[in-house]
């Protein structure tokens, strides 16, 4: 078996996504997705000029030896354009082997290491009341976890709140949008939010909290102490994930559980992170790090060190990717958690995919491969439109990480 043809998809169903399908002589093909937030045109480009041409007449089962040429062989190593066309490929590669070996991806990964993928959603609210109105909606939808986010009494915009009745969805069509931030009143809010919903809801529910990483590590350290007492899953990325070190400040701080790693893409961006148990879940996504071949080996890596996982899963990567998380999810021993962000109808008919959830629980399918595919024709229908996440200033006008 060869690789015969390779092309790759842009579309817009509500969002941009990037998605690469790989054709074998054989006739089996499979999908990997390479969406990055605005920047999907540098993936598509990437895949088209450089990565397509050098797979071409390879065995695709080979996924660990291509996996390394496309790392090692570029030379110019990591970075979130190059992990993610490198992911796009391995994952296609990974859905060729199921379909032709007529097994779940899953099974390729170890099998089976538990029936089902715990999930955590999203609740919000302009304010404490409807943060809690919205965590009791999904409560009632069977979510087990739920992830908490609310707004902050003056500030006009808050991350994790929509601003009208529609889902969240942070990238805005056109340039970016800018928003204003306090940190001094967001440090004031969260644990008043955390104290209410706990009365409210009491301690069956994991709660996590997303900082976004707004905060310097002593503002996270004390955040973190002040949330003990409402026991959360996690805090979430609460400072700058590249400063590694700033980890050991809060961790020195405070027993509120750490997760972070969303916007990294290598095992080397975690490797301190996690021998020094600076964190508790590693959140990097098979589509930003490098597909199935890379994240397997730093879970395993995770693994030595009692840090699971709780790959990212927002609406801004494809059903291929939370497909391909799934499988993922359900083999290795060290998992944690999985984000799940519905995706809107538009999308799900383009992608139209075997996994379900059920009870606070999610299931990848027991089909062959990765159980997800797209209808091109319809893909067709809605083309690439730019789009940017927000750049953020603090009160005073100085940019801050959004």
Known sequence: MKIKHASVNICSPGRNFVTLKIETDDGIYGLGDGTLNGRELAVASYLSEHVIPCILNRDPFQTEDIWQYLYRGAYWRRGPVTMSATAAVDMAL???????????VYNLLGGRSRDGVLVYCHAHGADIEEACDDVARHR????????????????????????????????ERGLPPESRWSTEKYLLHVPKLFARVREQFGDDLHLLHDCHHRLSPIEAARLGKELEPFHLFWMEDPVPAEFQEGFRVIREHT????????????????????????????????????????????????????????????????????????????????????????????????????????????????????????????????????????????????????
């Open 255 to 402: 027993t509120t559980p750490i997760a972070t790693g969303e916007v990294l893409n290598s095992i080397w961006d975690v490797h301190d992170l996690i021998r020094n148990q600076w964190i508790d879940y590693a959140r990097l996504t098979l589509t930003h790090a490098g597909g199935f071949t890379a994240l397997k080996k730093i879970a395993d890596f995770a693994e030595l060190y009692h840090v699971r996982t709780g790959c990212h899963g927002p609406t801004d990567l494809s059903p291929v990717c939370m497909a391909a998380a799934l499988h993922f999810d359900l083999a290795i021993h060290n998992f944690g958690i999985q984000e799940h962000m519905p995706h809107n109808k538009e999308t799900d008919e383009v992608f139209p995919h075997a996994y379900r959830f059920e009870d606070g629980f999610m299931f990848p399918g027991d089909g062959p491969g990765l159980g997800v595919d797209l209808d091109e024709k319809l893909a067709a229908k809605y083309p690439y439109q730019r789009a940017y996440l927000p750049v953020l200033r603090k009160l005073d006008g100085t940019l801050w990480d959004w």
């Open 94 to 104: 990974w859905d060729i082997k199921g379909k032709a070996l007529n097994t779940p």
């Open 140 to 171: 009632e939808m069977g979510y087990k976890a739920i992830r908490v986010q609310s707004g902050i009494p003056g500030l006009d915009a808050t991350y994790g709140v929509p601003k009208g009745a529609l889902p969240y969805e942070p990238a």
